[in-house]
């Protein structure tokens, strides 16, 4: 098993340029959380899917953030337009319905200029 | 109040001895509760989860739940320098979203 895969694993852009992060959960699972981490914020989720259907993104910050699960297979989380305020670790993660602990990629380090 | 609490640290222990991690959680409806621990520059990997009132141990590692004081908390016996890391406490609230603490960070020194 591969794994939380997330692409690109380091980005940065510029003041607002468009960016997409991209996450392929593991296979079966079927819950997937997009998290960012900063040293000042901690992990805070961002957007929850549950059988590709977004169930929870009141932890998105702003309408600049969209996220989206087409499949199964894969989801994406975009800014556009990027702030420097945007820069941080972007985690995604998975797991199986039920109460089991979450699989996490790791991650993609965005630093916004 | 913030749905999950930890104490920030550093907490630092010498070798040989035992850590004590704890975390306090505000939604008493939450069922699963987690300790990952993560390394720097590197995602949070699971080391345990506790599901019911008491203790499960799992090598070095202990966790307690207090489902009664929504409280957490992990013992490290044995404590080693590759031990020094974030640990991170996650609990499963109703909602079944994962909300996290904003972590604790330990040094264990040789």
């Known amino acids: ?113 | 109040q913030k749905e999950v609490e930890q104490n920030s640290g550093p907490l630092s222990v010498p070798e040989g001895a035992i850590a004590s991690l704890n975390c306090t959680y505000s939604d008493r409806g939450s069922q699963s509760f987690f300790w990952y621990r993560q390394y720097s520059g590197k995602s949070p990997e699971l080391i345990m989860s506790i599901y019911s009132n008491g203790d499960k141990e799992d090598g070095r590692f202990t966790a307690q739940l207090n489902k009664a004081s929504q409280y957490v908390s992990l013992l490290i016996r044995d404590s080693q320098p590759s031990d020094s890391a974030t640990y991170l406490c996650a609990v499963r609230a109703r909602t079944y979203k994962y909300i996290f603490g904003t972590g604790t960070r330990l040094k264990v020194l040789a």
């Not at chain 1, 991209?22 to 997009?34: A, E, M």
């Open chain 1, 1 to 113: 098993d591969a794994g939380v895969i997330q692409s690109p694993r380091h980005e940065v852009t510029e003041m607002g340029q468009e960016v997409t992060l991209r996450c392929k959960p593991i296979s079966g699972h079927n819950s997937l959380f997009w998290y960012r981490q900063t040293m000042m914020r901690g992990l805070e989720l961002l957007i929850y899917f549950n059988n590709n259907v977004p169930i929870d993104d009141s932890g998105m910050p702003e309408d600049r953030f969209s996220a989206k699960m087409p499949n199964a297979s894969f989801s994406t989380l975009k800014i556009q337009p990027s702030e420097p305020r945007d820069s941080a670790v972007y985690f995604c993660a998975s797991n199986s319905d039920g109460l089991t602990e979450a699989f996490f990629g790791q991650g993609t380090r965005l630093t916004v200029v």
